[in-house]
């Protein structure tokens, strides 16, 4: 096949007519995972973009039962959720919490700390367009290094480097760990249907690249992210049991500045920050690689 | 309806809102609007038919190869004979060149053609009379083509030929190791099957006049070729031994005895020569061609040299005659070196011979391969540009009612595709002069290489044509080049980028983060919402083959 062939499943769960920006990621990883995830799922979503994205109360998007929940919250409720089902005998039922990267990597941190060592059955998703893009733009951990904010302005840019939240996650030895890209459907949606195979606690952190949060073109959403896996800035693997590393997608590498050039938030940015990025990039896929390595 | 889980006693697990969003319609948000519109590929461009490349591209992919002729055949009745001779216009523009090797359209052309040999046209090609009566005269590529166009558009064709047999120089000219004749006589009788009337042995002038013609048709195509030799100031040529290349082939393949000498000398670079010079190497002779420029300024399509080249045949570049030696009869031949000076009118390098270059060559026969201009002495009232028919921009001549296309007008000529696009533009531009019907409207723009979305895509070799070995070739007139096989013509067609043109692949539809794309039917892949569509633009953005178009909303019309 020269032309990629891309399939993913045909049933559509998730609707028209929300109010995510033109050409949000988050909407389009939502779409898929509900492709595979199918009608009989269960949806938490903490204050975050989706929460608004999702549809004024009572209308909703998704098309399966949604429930709204506080920011910090989003672990624990999908837990309860998860309890109840139990209690009420619904085995079948797929529990998925739906957060932005504050919701995740910052406020919510401690109870999803807590879901992942107690290995809850449930499935965390971390849709990460790397700010509080909802309230306009403030830096979170999840915030590259040298990004502009609202809260980290171009004279004093973002000063610290993202956090790990894979790592974060590994070192809670849960059953299963992706990383995952909207640029790539197929992929996506196979760490879906894994995740959906497996019980205990999942966690899938997807880049989701926000046009007015990013400052960059609808259009080329897409084309952003899949730049951030090519130039290993994002790069897609699993983590099996918080120590098993494999690497899903492998093509061929561009530089760093491919992907920074085509965003307003990296626009500031020095030659010498670019290689600064291009130097820990390279390190942290040459440690990716070593942890692939020593996996199996 | 959003989904509610239900328990085992039929209630909602817990409350949950059924209402759904589809009361918001965001197409408001929209300031640029997606469509899908095809653009023209450059091979389509590039081919001077505009053969709908990709377009029957897909059909093969399918495996309907009833299907892929038949969109061939809008444009071009002879793909049979193209995909064997035809120099490939399309192929030196193909955007897959770019990327690795351009695809090979010409060996997907004659797969095409070779999947229908047993197959006739549809039913819906003979169309009810239009009234028109035309006469063409000449039953070449390009007489065959408007014959072609004419007939499927209603009108009465009757084709005057001189010759015993029609296709002028595919049956003539060019040899049957190239162009086997069964494949050639399928397409003219096809033509033929139309309604198409050829009367050969008819010569214009001689059997016919162009009066007479003028008289009892609606108009007059002439489509008469290029065959007298071009006169050359070399002496010794009125030895015995020195002729026409184009005489030569035209006896052998019209299975006249020849006998030719056991050294044969070609002087040419064009299709003739390298066809005379390895139909002389078939017959048993040992072959030396001389062209006064250099291998790359040669003419004749690329692949004939080559293959010449392999057959063993001598290839003196960058040498011209001087004199032809001999008493009666050649014995030799005496020539110089040259060197290429400034571009000359062609645009090609002037040869500038080398003064004490000179050398002889031992050889019993000269044939003289450089250039063929038409006969014209019998039609005294046309007029000219010197050594070909004028004709204006709709291939009229000075003469009411009179056209003219091929190889006897001016315009492109020497291959046999711009021929068969001569005769047809020729032929739509009769029935726009007596019935109004207009050609069609304006293309569409043209995908460039840098239009093509290359992340999709995987590097992939060009498939090499099967052919004879040369051992086996040189020893008869059977066929060289083979047919590809159905499964590498099928890898081959998937290769193609399909530039401008939707293979419905639905990376628009998965992409798009408000549902707003869906599957269509009676043939339309896709339609978009526009209740909906935001127009952020990914859908466009990312089709990887410009089949979409985005445009400001309010320089829409609809
Ligand atoms: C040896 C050779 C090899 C070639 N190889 C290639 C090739 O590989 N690829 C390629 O693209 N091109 C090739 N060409 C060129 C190509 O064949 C011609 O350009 C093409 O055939 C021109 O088409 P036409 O219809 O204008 O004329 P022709 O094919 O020459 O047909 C003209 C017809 O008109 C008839 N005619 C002429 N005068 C009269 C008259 N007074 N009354 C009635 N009928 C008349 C002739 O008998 C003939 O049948 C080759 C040419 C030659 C000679
Ligand atoms: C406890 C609390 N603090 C602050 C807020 C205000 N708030 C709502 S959404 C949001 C930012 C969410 O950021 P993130 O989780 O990254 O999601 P995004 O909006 O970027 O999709 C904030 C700060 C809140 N709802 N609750
Ligand atoms: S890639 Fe296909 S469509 Fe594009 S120019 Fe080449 S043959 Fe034509
Ligand atoms: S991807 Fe969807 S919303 Fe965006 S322009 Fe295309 S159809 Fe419209
Ligand atoms: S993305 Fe694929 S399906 Fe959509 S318009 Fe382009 S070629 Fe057609
Ligand atoms: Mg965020």
């Known amino acids: 096949m020269s032309q990629i062939p891309v399939s993913v499943p045909a049933q559509e769960i998730m609707g028209s007519g929300h109010v995510a920006c033109p050409g949000c990621g988050a909407a389009m990883a939502m779409r898929n995972a509900l492709k ?20 004024p109360t009572p209308h909703s998007v998704v098309g399966v039962p949604v429930i709204h929940t506080a920011f910090e919250t989003a672990a624990i409720t999908a837990t309860g959720v998860r309890a109840g089902l139990r209690a009420r005998g619904e085995e079948d039922v797929n529990v998925m919490a739906w957060a932005g990267d504050g919701g995740t990597f910052d406020i919510g941190f401690q109870s999803l700390s807590g879901a992942a060592e107690r290995n809850e059955d449930i499935i965390y998703v971390c849709y990460d367009n790397e700010a509080y893009m909802n309230t306009g733009i403030q830096r979170s951990s999840a915030t590259p290094w040298g990004a502009w904010t609202t809260t980290t302005p171009v004279n004093n840019p973002k000063s610290r480097p993202k956090k790990n939240i894979v790592d974060a996650l590994a070192a ?24 959906k195979s497996i019980r205990g606690m999942r966690f899938i952190h997807i880049l989701s690249p926000c046009p007015p949060g990013w400052k960059s073109v609808p259009e080329q959403s897409i084309r952003i992210s899949r730049l951030a896996v090519k130039s290993r800035v ?18 061929e590498p561009v530089p760093v500045n491919e992907y920074l050039r085509l965003q307003g938030r990296f626009r500031h940015l020095t030659p010498e920050a670019i290689d600064q990025i291009q130097q820990d990039v390279d390190s942290r896929w040459n440690q990716l690689q070593q942890r692939i390595a020593s996996s199996f | 309806m959003g989904h509610v889980l239900i328990d085992q006693e039929g209630k909602p697990v817990f409350a949950a809102s059924t209402g759904r969003m589809e009361w918001n319609h965001t197409g408001s948000w929209r300031y640029m609007r997606p469509r899908y519109e095809n653009k023209l590929p450059p091979c389509t461009q590039g081919c001077p038919t505009h053969e709908k490349i990709p377009q029957y591209f897909a059909q093969v992919k399918r495996g309907d190869y009833r299907g892929a002729w038949e969109i061939i055949l809008e444009d071009n009745p002879l793909p049979g004979v193209c995909g064997r001779v035809c120099y490939h216009p399309c192929e030196d523009v193909c955007n897959r060149g770019e990327f690795d090797e351009r695809i090979a359209i010409n060996a997907l052309e004659r797969f095409v053609a070779d999947q229908n040999l047993d197959r006739r046209y549809p039913a819906s090609f003979r169309q009810p009379s239009n009234g028109v ?21 209603g009108t009465a064709v009757t084709i005057f030929e001189a010759a015993a047999e029609p296709g002028g120089m595919l049956r003539l000219g060019i040899p049957e190791y190239r162009l086997p004749r069964h494949i050639l006589d399928k397409e003219i009788h096809d033509i033929q099957s139309l309604g198409v009337e050829i009367r050969t042995g008819q010569r214009l002038g001689t059997d016919i006049t162009l009066e007479d013609l003028q008289n009892r048709f609606d108009a007059v195509i002439l489509a008469l070729g290029a065959y007298r030799g071009r006169a050359v100031d070399l002496p010794g040529r009125h030895l015995k031994g020195v002729r026409s290349a184009l005489d ?13 000498p056991e050294r044969v000398t070609v002087i040419g670079g064009g299709n003739t020569a390298i066809d005379a010079a390895r139909s002389a190497r078939r017959l048993g002779a040992d072959v030396t061609i001389l062209y006064r420029r250099s291998r790359t300024e040669m003419p004749a399509v690329r692949e004939e040299i080559e293959a010449a080249l392999e057959e063993g045949i001598d290839l003196k570049e960058c040498c011209t005659p001087v004199e032809v030696l001999g008493d009666e009869s050649v014995r030799g031949l005496r020539w110089i070196k040259t060197r290429l000076g400034e571009p000359d009118d062609s645009g090609r390098r002037r040869p500038i011979p080398i003064p004490g270059s000179e050398a002889v060559l031992e050889t019993g026969a000269v044939l003289l391969a450089i250039g063929e201009l038409p006969e014209l002495e019998s039609l005294p009232a046309l007029g ?128 798009c983060p408000d549902v707003a794309i869906t599957r269509g039917s009676n043939g339309v892949p896709y339609v978009i919402n526009y209740d909906f569509c935001k127009g952020c633009g990914v859908c466009v953005e990312e089709c990887p083959r410009e089949a979409m178009t985005f445009e400001e909303e309010l320089s829409c019309t609809n």
Do not use: M
């Open chain 1, 172 to 195: 809670h030895h849960i059953p299963y760990i992706a990383t995952a890209s909207v640029a790539y459907p197929e992929d996506l949606v196979k760490k879906f249907e894994r995740a």
């Open chain 2, 248 to 260: 030569f082939l035209r006896e052998l393949n019209t299975h006249q005895p020849v006998d030719l």
């Open chain 2, 384 to 511: 000219t540009t010197g050594s070909r028919i004028a004709v204006n921009d709709h291939y009229q001549t000075n003469l009411e009612g009179v056209y003219a296309c091929g190889d006897v007008a001016d315009g492109p000529v020497g291959t046999v595709v711009d021929a068969i696009a001569t005769g047809k533009a020729t032929a739509l531009a009769v029935l726009h002069s007596l019935l109004d019907q207009k050609p069609a409207a304006n293309q569409p723009p043209v995908v460039t290489y840098d239009q093509i979305n290359l992340d999709y895509f995987r590097h992939q070799s060009r498939p090499a044509l099967p052919h004879l070995d040369v051992r086996d070739a040189v020893q008869s007139f059977t066929e060289v080049n083979q047919t590809l096989s159905p499964d590498t013509a099928e890898q081959e067609a998937v290769r193609c980028f399909s530039c401008g043109t939707c293979i419905e692949c639905d990376l628009c539809l998965i992409y």
């Open chain 2, 133 to 153: 009566n035309i006469a063409i005269v000449g039953s070449g590529p390009a007489g065959l083509s408007a014959a072609y166009q004419l007939a499927r558009r």
């Open chain 1, 36 to 55: 595979v995830l199918g009608p009989k799922t269960v949806v938490v979503i903490p204050a975050c973009c989706w929460s608004v994205i999702d549809g």
């Open chain 1, 234 to 251: 994002f790069p897609l693997f699993e983590v099996l049991d918080g120590w098993k590393y494999r690497l899903t997608q492998d093509p």
